[in-house]
């Protein structure tokens, strides 16, 4: 079935019309595989050396990412969970953070200690993740919660979000490599 047959029989079995939208976006479709214990140890190294930068020069915080609007942010992850992370999958061993990160982190905890912060990222990791992408991308998205993500995590829209970001409201939205399509899921506000 063509892309745009297989788009117009998702839009039928979701109930949507003809005039809603669709919102193509990638389709992250990574391996789930154990977390090796040689990932585990070069990001432990990476964010070692995040932290003590973060902790020698401890005066210059970032300034954190605008969120979005909440009508946005909903539209946002529900194409990030119909993508299940493309973006992630570039997030190796250093899953974005830097020393930027620490700091924000320190400015929302002033007294928390280089042990804690490592001790936390640490428990963030699972024991599996996607291969070859971020060792905190699994199979349910991100393993941490939104304030220990780097601020590029944060704040990062592929250009298929933006231009989903474009158009809120009642869409389809489409996880497709070329012209394959792998996922379709309805997205209704506030539903």
């Known amino acids: 079935m063509s892309l745009p047959e297989a788009l117009r029989a998702a839009r039928r079995r979701h109930g949507l019309a003809e005039t809603d939208p669709t919102h193509l976006l990638p389709a992250y479709r990574g391996r789930i595989a154990p977390l090796p214990a040689a990932r585990r ?7 070692e050396a995040a932290i003590a930068e973060a902790f020698a020069e401890p005066t210059l915080p970032p300034t954190p990412p605008s969120p979005l609007p909440a009508d946005q ?3 946002a992850g529900a194409c990030c969970a119909c ?14 953070l830097d020393a930027d ?3 924000r982190l320190r400015r929302a905890e002033p007294t928390v200690t280089r042990a804690a912060i490592l001790a936390r990222y640490r428990a963030a990791l699972g024991p599996e993740t996607y291969e070859a992408s971020c060792v905190f991308h699994g199979i ?7 304030a220990s993500r780097s601020d590029l995590c ?17 869409a389809l939205l489409a996880a497709r490599d070329d012209d394959t399509l792998r996922r379709a899921v309805p997205y209704r506000p506030g539903g």
């Open 154 to 170: 944060n704040s990062f829209l592929c250009n298929d979000l933006k231009a989903a970001l474009r158009r809120p409201g009642t």
């Open 41 to 47: 140890r070069a990001f432990t190294r990476h964010l």
């Open 140 to 146: 349910g998205g991100c393993r941490l919660d939104r």
């Open 83 to 96: 993508c299940r992370g493309h973006c992630c999958s570039r997030g190796g061993e250093h899953a974005y």
């Open 73 to 75: 942010e909903a539209l």
């Open 101 to 103: 990160t620490i700091r």
